[in-house]
């Protein structure tokens, strides 16, 4: 969620839908002094990897709601923003956003399906899947890092 906000700041502040990569990175560097530029690139390239914002003809934009995002009095990100997110926790994240509930209940769906549907027989990556579908919530970017989630459980 940290990483949401930290996308969401430039956008909500500037009251802007999209914005240059130089406009973000200078918000992030130097007008907050949140980060480096180098930590700005890094973060841009990991949130468009993660499927959090977009690029067209050079303007990012978010693909999350930012209506939906509170940006706190004094908010500073940490550095876990530039830690690899769990695959499981970015789909969870995804399919609240685009069904627009809450995380919680999300995993409350999928935890319901899990045991009602497959009498506790199927893994939660796997049932995020159905849910994804369920929601129409694009998921292949995700595939390999779910699946490698079912291998080690």
Do not use: C
């Not at 908010?75 to 969870?92: C, G, H, L, W, Y």
Request: hydrophobic share 45%; net charge positive; proline share 5%.
């Amino acid at each position: 969620m940290t990483l949401q906000l930290t996308l969401a700041a430039p956008f909500k502040h500037s009251r802007k839908a999209g914005m240059r990569k130089n406009e973000l990175v200078y918000y992030y560097a130097l007008d907050r002094k949140w980060m480096s530029t180098e930590q700005a690139n890094l973060l841009l390239r990991r949130a468009g990897e993660d499927g959090l914002i977009r690029e067209e003809n050079g303007v990012f934009s978010p693909v999350f709601d930012l209506a939906s995002v509170s940006i706190p009095v004094g908010f500073k990100p940490t550095s876990a923003i530039f830690e690899r997110n769990d695959p499981v926790q970015v789909m969870i994240g995804r399919i609240a956003s685009a069904a627009k509930i809450s995380e919680t209940e999300v995993v409350a769906e999928m935890n319901g399906i899990i045991k009602t549907g497959f009498d506790t027989y199927l893994l939660p990556p796997a049932a995020l899947i159905l849910l994804a579908k369920k929601y129409r919530v694009p998921f292949e970017d995700l595939r390999d890092g779910l699946r490698q989630s079912i291998e080690k459980a």
